[in-house]
């Protein structure tokens, strides 16, 4: 029977999209899961990463540096001719050490090591803060490393960095062609002393027999660049070498900055009235003191006190 | 597209998927073998000894966790200038723009002409740095110098490469030698020497006539991950450029104060005039202005 055909292939037709529907729903829901497990490992891997990298000193420093007006100081003639091929900027970058302050604690400079470590030495201060006597512990700031290190960056006046070049020619080729492109002074150029070319990258890296080229064509972006009768926009770049110099991990150590403790129950009080209490408690030399610099309380939540050089 | 092919490409996101987890465990094994290689060698775990330097809290806190500042001191920036060029600085910033509308300045000598050219000056300065620091397999610290060492940089840096470049002496060629805050870095051609000194530890070595124990650690060093450098103008200062080589130095330079402290040609107050004659060359110094 025709219609029974009919009906049985349109069941069969229905059942197969329909297993089709679930095949494609558990493949999917399997996807889900892949994806959703490869998420939580990369997460146990970051987590691991990092727990390694504090293990074993590791570290990363990320800074931005604020913007400084320059002014010009003085007129130098060294014999170094290095010196004259570069633009060189250079500074020094300290980091500066947190210490966690807990709430009860404070910390109080000196100026004198001798009047800290005395302070320390006399352990327990009994300070009059209002109308209690409270019972101070004096101890020494244990300090996390810090790092320390010059940044050297030197814009070369000779060479520059060129990008973008197209992958037409073999590399020897291409390398003519960059330097009787880069040679002609209509454009720009000037003589080249050599061309360093990277044909994978599309890349390479110019060095002029003068200075003075450069910054004629680093006034624009783009350079034009002649291969036979076509002639192709390759973009221009400064060429900076970054290097550091006297690298160093050191360990902090706080001869002046002394922490006090045992201070939680003056929570309700105000903080700078405190300092104030705790500056003028310590400035006395019967009270074993001296001359105060400043004092830092945290009452009533921590925070992070920066110590520097 | 055949019914195969399609089962193909539906599988090939699970088959991506299935690679990068298989490769995404393995590398959780790799840390968690290296975690536990931590455990079981604590003296890795020693921290060692490091250079101490005095630090004092002068007040700055922080409530939230914001990452700290780093301060960053003795800017500098050295610009070369060619023979025949000048650098000028004006009190106000609005002359050295009036200046800057021409880009050929005309100087009146008594029987002739200077053609000069000006220019705004831009000097680069690195605005991020990052910096990522690991232990050195080629370098060490050396440390525990007495305070009062009678040696220059020099001389202490040589006698340390004499000393420690002798594999007597546990060491062996010596590639590198800086002197650090409170220590010296040596960095060695191979990572052998390197294990062998810090296994060693103590030593005691002679300079300048005395024998002194001294430490050699391992060292971390630090290599930039990232900088970036953008150029900043100089607002008051304008450089003059392709002089022609006519007068000396003294005279060129109050010719060209003159002429650049004339309203009438635009110019103003000068605050400082440098000039580097033709056949010359000066390295002009800029440091960070002290607000």
Request: overall charge negative; some cysteine; proline content about 4%.
């Given at each position: 029977?025709?219609?029974?055909?009919?009906?049985?292939?349109?069941?069969?037709?229905?059942?197969?999209?329909?297993?089709?529907?679930?095949?494609?729903?558990?493949?999917?829901?399997?996807?889900?899961?892949?994806?959703?497990?490869?998420?939580?490992?990369?997460?146990?891997?970051?987590?691991?990463?990092?727990?390694?990298?504090?293990?074993?000193?590791?570290?990363?420093?990320?800074?931005?540096?604020?913007?400084?007006?320059?002014?010009?100081?003085?007129?130098?003639?060294?014999?170094?001719?290095?010196?004259?091929?570069?633009?060189?900027?250079?500074?020094?970058?300290?980091?500066?050490?947190?210490?966690?302050?807990?709430?009860?604690?404070?910390?109080?400079?000196?100026?004198?090591?001798?009047?800290?470590?005395?302070?320390?030495?006399?352990?327990?201060?009994?300070?009059?803060?209002?109308d209690r006597t409270v019972?101070?512990?004096?101890?020494?700031?244990?300090?996390?490393?810090?790092?320390?290190?010059?940044?050297?960056?030197?814009?070369?006046?000779?060479?520059?960095?060129?990008?973008?070049?197209?992958?037409?020619?073999?590399?020897?080729?291409?390398?003519?062609?960059?330097?009787?492109?880069?040679?002609?002074?209509?454009?720009?150029?000037?003589?080249?002393?050599?061309?360093?070319?990277?044909?994978?990258?599309?890349?390479?890296?110019?060095?002029?027999?003068?200075?003075?080229?450069?910054?004629?064509?680093?006034?624009?972006?783009?350079?034009?660049?002649?291969?036979?009768?076509?002639?192709?926009?390759?973009?221009?770049?400064?060429?900076?070498?970054?290097?550091?110099?006297?690298?160093?991990?050191?360990?902090?150590?706080?001869?002046?900055?002394?922490?006090?403790?045992?201070?939680?129950e003056l929570q309700m009080m105000d903080g700078e009235v405190v300092e104030d209490l705790i500056s003028i408690h310590f400035q006395r030399e019967k009270n074993g003191g001296g001359e105060v610099d400043m004092v830092k309380i945290s009452l009533n939540q921590p925070c992070v006190a920066y110590f520097q050089e | 597209m055949s019914v195969a092919q399609d089962a193909a490409l539906r599988e090939n996101p699970f088959h991506s998927l299935q690679e990068e987890q298989t490769r995404l465990r393995m590398r959780l094994q790799e840390l968690q073998q290296l975690k536990r290689e931590l455990r079981n060698f604590p003296q890795d775990q020693d921290p060692f000894p490091m250079p101490e330097v005095p630090l004092v809290f002068r007040?700055?806190?922080?409530?939230?966790?914001?990452?700290?500042?780093?301060?960053?001191?003795?800017?500098?920036?050295?610009?070369?200038?060619?023979?025949?060029?000048?650098?000028?600085?004006?009190?106000?910033?609005?002359?050295?723009?009036?200046?800057?509308?021409?880009?050929?300045?005309?100087?009146?000598?008594?029987?002739?002409?200077?053609?000069?050219?000006?220019?705004?000056?831009?000097?680069?300065?690195?605005?991020?740095?990052?910096?990522?620091?690991?232990?050195?397999?080629?370098?060490?610290?050396?440390?525990?110098?007495?305070?009062?060492?009678k040696l220059n940089e020099e001389e202490l840096l040589d006698k340390l490469e004499i000393f420690f470049g002798k594999t007597k002496n546990g060491g062996g060629d010596v590639?590198?030698?800086?002197?650090?805050h409170g220590g010296v870095m040596l960095g060695f051609a191979k990572d052998e020497v390197v294990q062998n000194l810090c296994r060693i530890g103590q030593f005691t070595v002679p300079l300048g006539g005395q024998q002194f124990p001294l430490q050699v650690s391992p060292y971390m060093s630090g290599e930039i991950q990232k900088a970036e450098i953008r150029s900043q103008p100089v607002p008051k200062s304008v450089l003059v450029l392709n002089i022609p080589d006519v007068l000396d130095g003294p005279e060129l330079q109050d010719i060209l104060q003159i002429h650049f402290q004339k309203p009438t040609r635009g110019g103003g107050e000068v605050e400082t005039l440098t000039v580097v004659p033709p056949g010359e060359r000066g390295l002009a110094i800029f440091t960070a202005q002290s607000s």
């Open positions: 029977m025709a219609a029974g055909e009919d009906n049985k292939n349109q069941i069969h037709k229905e059942f197969w999209q329909d297993e089709e529907f679930w095949r494609d729903k558990l493949k999917q829901r399997l996807v889900d899961e892949m994806v959703k497990e490869n998420i939580e490992l990369k997460m146990e891997i970051q987590k691991l990463e990092a727990e390694l990298q504090e293990a074993t000193g590791n570290s990363e420093i990320k800074e931005d540096i604020p913007e400084m007006k320059m002014k010009f100081t003085a007129l130098e003639n060294p014999e170094n001719d290095s010196q004259y091929l570069n633009i060189s900027c250079s500074f020094q970058v300290s980091s500066q050490v947190p210490y966690e302050l807990q709430k009860g604690e404070a910390l109080i400079t000196f100026e004198e090591e001798e009047v800290a470590q005395n302070v320390i030495r006399l352990g327990k201060h009994n300070v009059n803060i209002m019972e101070v512990v004096a101890k020494p700031v244990l300090l996390k490393p810090g790092v320390r290190f010059q940044v050297h960056a030197e814009v070369s006046k000779m060479k520059i960095n060129v990008t973008e070049i197209p992958d037409e020619l073999p590399a020897n080729q291409m390398r003519d062609k960059l330097e009787l492109s880069f040679c002609k002074s209509r454009n720009g150029g000037g003589e080249v002393e050599s061309v360093e070319y990277d044909k994978e990258a599309g890349s390479a890296v110019i060095t002029f027999v003068e200075t003075g080229v450069v910054d004629k064509i680093l006034k624009k972006k783009d350079y034009p660049l002649y291969i036979n009768q076509d002639c192709f926009r390759v973009v221009v770049s400064p060429y900076i070498e970054t290097h550091l110099k006297k690298f160093q991990v050191f360990s902090g150590i706080s001869k002046k900055t002394v922490l006090l403790t045992g201070m939680e | 007040g700055h806190t922080q409530q939230n966790r914001e990452v700290p500042k780093s301060v960053v001191s003795n800017l500098q920036i050295c610009y070369p200038l060619p023979g025949g060029s000048a650098l000028v600085t004006f009190d106000d910033p609005k002359v050295a723009n009036q200046v800057l509308q021409q880009k050929e300045h005309k100087i009146d000598l008594e029987e002739c002409r200077l053609r000069v050219q000006v220019q705004p000056l831009e000097l680069p300065m690195v605005t991020t740095i990052q910096v990522s620091s690991q232990k050195s397999s080629r370098r060490v610290l050396v440390s525990g110098f007495p305070a009062n060492l590639e590198t030698r800086e002197l650090l």
